[in-house]
Nanobody
């Protein structure tokens, strides 16, 4: 599976962005999708995930109520709608795909996209 993340940018605090993760190469529908982020000097942090079987969603406490993960299997694309953005959301955001299902653990993911920068100004 090849993953292409896009949609990052510079936004003021309180603003919104929608990230997209386009998948190609294998059957998208059998892969759970996750979003992680990495700020400078920090490790990968789980943000959100969506299962392949029934689209169950999972969120980090820090983004719950502000971010929404979704998927469109017809377009082989996963999305991360980010609202009420805060300066602490600033990071490189990565999408990832996993055939098994351990949504919170980065090393359990099989494929990763290249990352897209999100910068939130105060």
């Amino acid at each position: 599976v090849q993953l292409q993340a896009s949609g990052g940018g510079l936004v003021q605090a309180g603003g919104s962005l929608r990230l997209s993760c386009a998948a190609s190469g294998r059957t998208f529908t059998v892969y759970g999708m996750g979003w992680f982020r990495q700020a400078p000097g920090k490790e990968h942090e789980f943000v959100a995930a969506i299962s392949w079987s029934d689209s169950t969603t999972y969120y980090a406490d820090s983004v719950k109520g502000r971010f929404t993960i979704s998927r469109d299997n017809a377009k082989n694309t996963a999305y991360l709608q980010m609202n009420s953005l805060k300066p602490e959301d600033t990071a490189v955001y990565y999408c990832a795909a996993q055939r098994a299902w351990n949504p919170y653990t980065p090393r359990k993911y099989d494929y990763w996209g290249q990352g897209t920068q999100v910068t939130v100004s105060s």
